[in-house]
């Protein structure tokens, strides 16, 4: 599982560091004035389809029963649902799209009611949507494809798909701009296209697996009606947290012009760790829980669960301390050019802490999710998340005056912090989260170390800037510094206290490198206990 997880954040980091740089020119060139409000709202809009069809609902249902037909009977069985998914995908998709295309004003109306307010504003919102809706369709076919290379344990393809979303959206930006209204359209034409490319090689990924799909008559075979009855709950019980950003937009559009930027931004940093982490964590061990469960390996299902928590809280906790305590000086640095000046940095950066504190939850949703749908249980994730969507909508209309910008991420990080603890409970109840000796007393060190980190970063950031306050060339410098300060601090804690042992993964990395021609798979690196 290890090798898999590694795997897939090395690809997603690739991809969050294109982001950035995508990001930075995005800031440079509009800030957080109107153009940029509008696009970071029609481009929510396809990503969060996508997130709901494609990476949650779709994935919860389809990677189960992909990796389950392919062990018990075969890859030609496997590969026959695939096509019929893949079918039925596409012609409802389809369909969706062109109704969005032609009700967007109205789409519009409810995703981002407080435009309504600016005629401008909310025409180019629509107009910039109806660019980027395609991106939907395309890439929802592109995660039914990916999750047939991970059903195949093969997982480079579709986390390195991302990272030609960021290619095509610089080139849109650098190259594309001067030829089109603004830069919005430039970056909405960069999206949709690159919906294309991703589609093309993951096709080519699954054929080059020995697992090439092409595309029948859409029909509603048995599977296919079992696969829809269990992705239907999924819509919301596997994506809450995207429903809940959802409506952190509808109430950022009824807060002060620039907050959905401000917003986007801060949301930018924080899906680092979610991405590298979280993603990778969640992708891997959806279809090894899976196998385990189908083949009746109930111990070791449960020693998976507590190994991917290990392995996502050892970096999400100092990843989460770290943004809290270093938010400013990483907007200032990473966006404050061009648009977007000082005060932009220091009110996202406010926004930053608030998604800092919910973080940890958000990861372990990744983690704690798959251990229900390796079982085909998509209803417990549902009703769990209703009840999320409705405390989050309450926080949000809380806290949306009196903390403004921080409130809706502040909203969401308290409604997955619930969230996470309910579908723990839930896994404890049935047995299926039992937190072994190793988990018990390596959480707390983790704790212990992250906390180190944090108040080394703390006495340190504010000293190293002003030491190069107004050079702004060397803000990357102390930057990059103030990193290495906080990663050296956490890793030699974490391995004097015991949270971890640096040799473990040493020689792990060791044998990845000597099997890494054999295609032989790595296992879990072993505790010290075992």
């Given at each position: 599982m290890l090798k898999s997880v590694m795997t897939v954040g090395g690809w997603t980091m690739a991809s969050r560091i294109l982001g950035f740089v995508r990001d930075m020119l995005m800031a440079a060139l509009i800030g957080t004035g109107p153009v940029a409000d509008a696009f970071f709202v029609a481009n929510k809009l396809p990503n969060l389809f996508r997130r709901l069809f494609g990476e949650g609902a779709f994935n919860a249902a389809f990677v189960p029963e992909f990796a389950g037909l392919l062990t018990a009977e075969g890859p030609a069985a496997a590969r026959q649902f695939a096509q019929e998914a893949m079918a039925v995908m596409a012609f409802w998709l389809g369909a969706l799209t062109i109704l969005g295309e032609i009700f967007m004003p109205q789409i519009m109306t409810v995703f981002a009611p407080g435009f309504s307010a600016d005629p401008a504003k909310f025409a180019l919102a629509v107009d910039l949507a109806r660019i980027t809706f395609p991106y939907l369709m395309l890439i929802c076919l592109a995660a039914l494809l990916s999750g047939v290379l991970n059903g195949l344990d093969k997982f480079a393809a579709a986390a390195g798909a991302p990272v030609l979303y960021n290619l095509f959206a610089i080139a849109a930006l650098v190259g594309l701009a001067p030829y089109v209204p603004t830069v919005g359209h430039a970056a909405a034409w960069g999206v949709s296209v690159s919906g294309v490319v991703q589609l093309a090689l993951l096709v080519w990924a699954v054929k080059r697996a020995g697992m090439p799909v092409r595309l029948p008559r859409p029909r509603l075979t048995p599977r296919m009606r079992l696969l829809l009855r269990r992705m239907a709950p999924g819509l919301v019980g596997a994506s809450a947290t995207q429903l809940n950003q959802a409506v952190d937009v509808i109430i950022a559009s009824l807060l002060p012009a620039g907050t959905v930027s401000l917003l986007y931004y801060a949301d930018r940093v924080q899906q680092l760790p979610l991405?590298?982490?979280?993603?990778?964590?969640?992708?891997?061990?959806?279809?090894?829980?899976?196998?385990?469960?189908?083949?009746?390996?109930?111990?070791?299902?449960v020693g998976t669960l507590n190994r991917a928590i290990e392995y996502a809280l050892f970096l999400t906790l100092p990843a989460a301390l770290a943004l809290a305590v270093s938010a400013f000086p990483i907007m200032l640095v990473l966006f404050g050019r061009g648009a977007f000046d000082v005060e932009s940095a220091r009110l996202s950066a406010q926004s930053l802490t608030a998604y800092a504190v919910g973080l940890p939850a958000v990861v372990l949703l990744k983690v704690l999710a798959p251990a229900f749908f390796a079982r085909g249980d998509t209803s417990t994730p549902v009703r769990i998340g209703m009840i999320t969507l409705a405390l989050n909508f309450v926080l949000n209309l809380a806290l949306m005056v009196p903390l403004q910008h921080i409130g809706p991420p502040l909203a969401t990080s308290l409604a997955a912090m619930f969230n996470m603890g309910a579908l723990a409970v839930m896994l404890i109840r049935r047995g299926f989260l039992v937190p072994d000796a190793a988990l018990r007393r390596r959480l707390p060190r983790m704790l212990i170390a992250a906390l180190a980190m944090a108040v080394t970063l703390w006495f340190t950031e504010d000293p190293l800037f002003e030491a190069i306050a107004g050079a702004r060339g060397l803000r990357v410098v102390a930057l990059a510094v103030l990193v290495g300060v906080g990663s050296g601090v956490y890793l030699l804690a974490a391995q004097l206290l015991g949270a971890i042992d640096l040799r473990d993964i040493l020689a792990l990395l060791r044998r990845r490198r000597l099997r890494r021609g054999g295609g032989s798979s790595i296992s879990p690196a072993p505790s010290p206990e075992t």
């Open positions: 991405g590298v982490i979280g993603t990778a964590v969640g992708t891997a061990i959806l279809p090894l829980l899976s196998r385990q469960v189908r083949g009746g390996e109930a111990a070791a299902a």
